[in-house]
């Protein structure tokens, strides 16, 4: 079973970055396609970023330009560089693990960011 763990939330004011890191266990992270989604309160989870076994990405089209997702297989870690941050990108965010054809493998339990104006 595969488990995600995720780090580098916190508070950081507008305009500030954050760097998020999902680790997973096992052997199977080069095959799985990443993503990050996040919460908001009130709010359904959404996708935020997205990165295939083969790299190809995709983004939300509000973080798109400030966001970055970006994996490595060595170390079994996807990252997401969050630039330029806004009050309204404050959220729990959540890493997940699918892989094609069997969907949803994993979930993080989330980290939160809190981005003050």
């Known amino acids: 079973q595969v488990q995600l763990v995720e780090s580098g939330g916190g508070l950081v004011q507008a305009g500030g970055s954050l760097r998020l890191s999902c680790a997973a266990s096992g052997s199977l992270f080069r095959i799985m396609t990443m993503g990050w989604y996040r919460q908001a309160p009130g709010k359904q989870r959404e996708l935020v970023a997205g990165?295939?076994?083969?790299?190809?990405?995709n983004y939300v089209d509000s973080v798109k330009g400030r966001f970055t997702i970006s994996r490595d297989n060595a170390k079994n870690t996807v990252y997401l560089q969050m630039n330029s941050l806004k009050p309204e990108d404050t959220a729990v965010y959540y890493c997940?693990?699918?892989?094609?054809?069997?969907?949803?493998?994993?979930w993080g339990k989330g980290t939160l960011v809190t981005v003050s104006s």
């Open positions: 997940n693990a699918n892989i094609s054809g069997s969907g949803t493998v994993s």
């Open positions: 990165i295939s076994n083969a790299g190809n990405t």
